[in-house]
């Protein structure tokens, strides 16, 4: 959305009635929006269930009718899936790259961080390295026709 900033700066439009709506993340928004249906969530944009959002909230990518639009829709919401990366050089060791995971894992899943997390009421929703392999492998063997169709949906 132009002429916000960012993510506080578009809360604070919709909290004072500059703006009605919003397309994207909501990991900024504070926790009692969704818990006391501040907002109305028409669509989830990625698979993943996230906390406050256990109720009937369709995921777009259900929501189409042929396996060639799911995967079009798949592409163009990979930033939304994939959420914020850490990512390291590609000359980084192997071990390396273990340890980090192995760091990071432990780390999403320690009481104190996650706590630490929820004080401003923060969304922890982590992927595994495996898992963000994965994800990327995929993006990288979009088929050409599925290519030129999200270009095209995107305005490119």
């Known amino acids: 959305m132009q002429g916000y900033a960012g993510s506080a700066d578009k809360r604070l439009a919709l909290e004072k009635g500059e703006i009605d709506g919003d ?58 899936r994939l959420g914020r990366l850490f990512m390291v050089p590609a000359k980084i060791s192997a071990d390396r790259v273990a340890a980090l995971r192995t760091a990071f894992d432990a780390m999403v899943v320690d009481p104190a961080f996650l706590a630490e997390a929820q004080r401003p009421g923060l969304t922890v929703t982590p992927m595994t390295g495996g898992e963000v392999d994965r994800a990327i492998a995929a993006l990288y063997a979009t088929p050409p026709d599925i290519l030129a169709r999200a270009r095209a949906i995107a305005g490119e």
Do not use: H, M
């Not at 818990?35 to 990625?46: A, E, G, P």
């Open 23 to 80: 397309c994207g993340g909501f990991t900024s928004l504070p926790e009692d929006w969704l818990r006391n249906r501040k907002i109305d969530v028409l669509v989830r944009l990625s698979p993943t269930l996230v906390a406050g959002l256990e109720r009937d909230v369709p995921f777009g990518g259900d929501l189409l009718g042929s396996e060639r639009d799911r995967k079009i829709y798949d592409f163009l919401t990979a930033p939304e």
